[in-house]
């Protein structure tokens, strides 16, 4: 093989999986935006920051929504040791 095609591939890969690294971890902040929102709306007694709550968690679920869409366009997905990871992570 020839080696400079094999590192060409190598950086390639690399670079693909930044990014879908990057797009995971872009839902899971949209994610804990919503979660925010939600328990902003459930905190909260003025009718305005009532607003701004309902406001936010849709805008968040409208990012989360593009962003699952980019992933699924791509075939990203994770696997149960990503999940129990990231369990793992928030226990501690």
């Given at each position: 093989?020839n080696?400079?095609k ?28 919503i ?22 968690e849709n ?5 989360y929504?593009?962003?699952?869409s ?6 990203i997905?994770?696997?149960d ?5 990231k ?6």
């Amino acid at each position: 093989m020839n080696r400079k095609k094999v590192i060409e591939y190598l950086a390639n890969k690399s670079d693909e999986l930044s990014v879908y690294r990057k797009l995971i971890e872009e839902m899971e902040v949209a994610k804990m935006e919503i979660n925010v929102a939600r328990s902003m709306f459930n905190n909260v007694n003025d009718d305005a920051l009532i607003e701004v709550a309902i406001y936010s968690e849709n805008v968040a679920r409208k990012r989360y929504d593009y962003l699952l869409s980019i992933a699924k366009a791509k075939g990203i997905s994770v696997d149960d040791s990503y999940v129990i990871e990231k369990n793992v992570q928030i226990a501690e």
